[in-house]
DNA sequence: CCTTTGAATTAGGTTGCCCTAATTGCAATT
DNA sequence: AATTGCAATTAGGGCAACCTAATTCAAAGG
């Protein structure tokens, strides 16, 4: 019966975060989303409750968290803010590439549809962000994703590099020196046993490049045939 | 001893109100600033109490506040941010003049100061808002102010609108509808007895423009000698 | 000078969001 | 089937930022 509020930020912050985790298991663990989040596990048990309370998400108690239709709309309205900074920040501002992940977050809570809109409009609608990811339209409505993790690729074979997901600013450094940006090119040379890396050759670069298997799960593309 | 700390989304905006407030008087009475932030009067003493333990403001008790020169700078800090938002608004993304005051004030606490810095060289680092208020350099610095309030103007006199402090969207549209923006040229023609309104001629307009002497104070202009 | 009145202040909450420490439950391995 | 290891949960706080109600103070008018 009692009707928990709670800011807007908070809830944002909580349903991009289990959207993004999503992509990668489902449902979302307690403990992944307090790793990513930054905060202790109980801390996000009980705002996960709330959420649940508000139909967000739904928690399986012992499984994890996904999200409703209504969380999941919250959600894209909040990547299509942050992608959309971050095609400003990189396209206008000429800000770097490795770092407006970050400036985006601190944006994405603070602009009101209307400055979405307008922003999108003089951005051209552009359809993803400087990662490769997907900006949703203004009605919620989010490109079908057909790219593959790097890390299901077989050896011998090449692709394209689409999209980066889950930007981390030091993650970003470490794959931008190594031409690894959306649109490279590039071919699976080797793949390491015991979990080890998956060794990938991008064309223009001399050496080629060593991902361990997070890194690799979390790099999509498509597969030349 | 305690080192209260708090965010700092919340110190700036007490900063800004406080520094706003005090164009009009100072120090600035805690009722003042209550009923401009919107919170009661005993949480804004709460706050003001831990600002001056951080040497931000000083309060004399029973009188009010004034920022020292520490809150200054970081109040002029807000501000810059506060009016390169609303010129991104207005001259990049074309939105309405009256509006962007309340979506700038969204933005101002959201952006890092490489954004800020890139976003002022994007502008060509202008030097007033839309509403003619100055914008302070990056370091901090602000142009003296030279105008005077249309209040203290004489019958008779001309002169040209320089700024609107204190945005308020029902203030601002009130005023674009009566042609009173940045810029604009006026006499006044008349003053009201018993604190009654000022009516003033806008060139081009063909009815004068009534303005109460709460407004008539926050218009700021440059007499014609 | 005393009274009055409204602002400032004090007293005593509440809520959102976070924490650590302790406990419980699940699932994988012996 | 029992054990063990780790994630999930419960229990019990803390702090920032707000509130209302009650009290105190200062400045102005009788």
């Not at 928990?4 to 908070?10: M, P």
């Not at 074979?157 to 980066?164: E, G, H, K, V």
């Not at 590039?186 to 361990?212: K, S």
Request: glycine share 6%; with cysteine.
């Amino acid at each position: 019966m009692a009707t928990l509020s709670f800011t807007s930020e908070t809830v944002e912050m909580y349903l991009k975060s289990i959207a993004e985790l999503e992509l990668l298991t489902t449902p979302v663990a307690i403990s992944q989303l307090a790793q990513r989040l930054g905060v202790s596990s109980p801390s996000v048990l009980e705002m996960v409750k709330r959420l649940a309370e508000q139909k967000l998400v739904t928690h399986t108690p012992y499984k994890g968290v996904s999200l409703t239709a209504r969380g999941h709309s919250r959600a894209l309205a909040v990547l299509r803010r942050h992608r959309l900074w971050e095609r400003f920040l990189v396209d206008t501002l000429r800000l770097p590439w490795e770092a407006v992940h970050d400036y985006a977050c601190q944006l994405e809570h603070a602009a009101a549809p209307a400055v979405v809109d307008a922003l999108a409009q003089f951005l051209g609608e552009p359809d993803t962000c400087p990662h490769g990811n997907p900006i949703p339209d203004a009605k919620g409505a989010m490109p079908a994703e057909t790219a593959i993790p790097l890390l299901t690729m077989e050896i011998g074979q090449s692709a394209r590099l689409t999209n980066i997901i889950y930007e981390e600013t030091i993650l970003l450094e470490y794959l931008a020196r190594r031409g690894l940006l959306p649109g490279a090119m590039l071919t699976l040379e080797d793949v390491a046993p015991y979990q080890g890396p998956l060794m990938v050759r991008v064309d223009g670069f001399d050496h080629p490049a060593a991902l361990g298997r997070e890194i690799a799960a979390r790099v999509f593309v498509h597969v030349i045939e």
